[in-house]
């Protein structure tokens, strides 16, 4: 059983920054994935960014590359995401999301079992 909490949503306007942690719970091996997705209000879900921890590997929707940062405190098994030069368009609910299993895309949402409450993220023009 994994828990995930995650925290530093809030409003800002186009061009400023946000970083969200994921506080991650549990046992772990060495080996799982965790990610980052949104959902818009009438939107579907949507991969952000994720890690696989067996090869250090990340990966970032084309839309945020350059812009969002992923990284790990392995010490305090916390995942967080820096979003610089945000837009109106990233606009959403942000979840947190964890899965053991390696195999399938990082963005296919529905391969990650454990899932955070969600953190809302504003941008205003």
């Known amino acids: 059983q994994v828990q995930l909490v995650e925290s530093g949503g809030g409003s800002v306007q186009a061009g400023g920054s946000l970083r969200l942690s994921c506080a991650a719970f549990g046992y772990f091996y060495n080996s799982y994935w965790m990610g980052w997705f949104r959902q818009a209000p009438g939107k579907e879900r949507e991969g952000v960014a994720a890690i696989y921890t067996g090869a250090g590997s990340t990966y970032y929707v084309d839309s945020v590359k350059g812009r969002f940062t992923l990284s790990q405190d392995n010490a305090k098994n916390t995942l967080y995401l820096q979003m610089n030069n945000l837009k109106p368009e990233d606009t959403a609910m942000y979840y947190c999301?964890?899965?053991?299993?390696?195999?399938?895309?990082?963005?296919?949402?529905?391969?990650?079992?454990?899932w955070g409450q969600g953190t809302q993220v504003t941008v205003s023009s």
């Open positions: 999301a964890f899965r053991w299993a390696r195999r399938g895309n990082w963005y296919q949402s529905d391969l990650y079992k454990y």
